[in-house]
């Protein structure tokens, strides 16, 4: 769905798009990594924007509930968040933390069923996954 798009609905359904909210959407559906709130607030300053960190995480917290991003909580602890986008997992690296999506045909053939088994052994509804592959990147393996 283009960007424009995702303004025209979110106004569609009674919803502002404020200065904030527009650099938000636009950062997280540009980039190519999942980014943490420090990132987002270091980025719009370079955009000339200026935003506390509480105003960040609401608005957040407004993409989220729209299911527009996903919230990633990495090895670090540290959160990130990313535009939605179809199914896949990460490869961080473990020394520096670089960041690569990593898309597996066979993996996303197998997760469904396994699910469906997790499902009927234990009566969980609505089961989802998350999985994250760890390595040294290119850079750090040096």
């Known amino acids: 769905m283009p960007i424009h798009s995702i303004f025209r609905t979110l106004q569609q359904n009674g919803n502002r798009i404020t200065m904030c909210r527009r650099a938000l959407i636009s950062l997280l559906f540009e980039s190519p990594n999942p980014l943490s709130i420090l990132d987002l607030k270091a980025a719009l300053q370079q955009e000339g924007l200026e935003f506390d960190k509480s105003t960040l995480y609401r608005e957040i917290q ?81």
Not at 80 to 103: P, T
Not at 116 to 121: G, L, P, Q, R, T
């Open 62 to 142: 407004f993409l989220m509930n729209n299911n527009l991003t996903v919230e990633l909580c990495f090895h670090t602890g540290e959160k990130k968040y990313e535009w939605k986008r179809e199914h896949h997992h990460h490869l961080i690296c473990r020394r520096c933390d670089a960041i690569e999506e990593v898309q597996l045909d066979e993996l996303e053939n197998v997760l469904p069923s396994i699910e469906k088994k997790i499902h009927a052994s234990t009566k969980f509804t609505k089961i989802d996954h998350a999985l994250d592959f760890f390595g040294l990147c290119v850079q750090c393996a040096k």
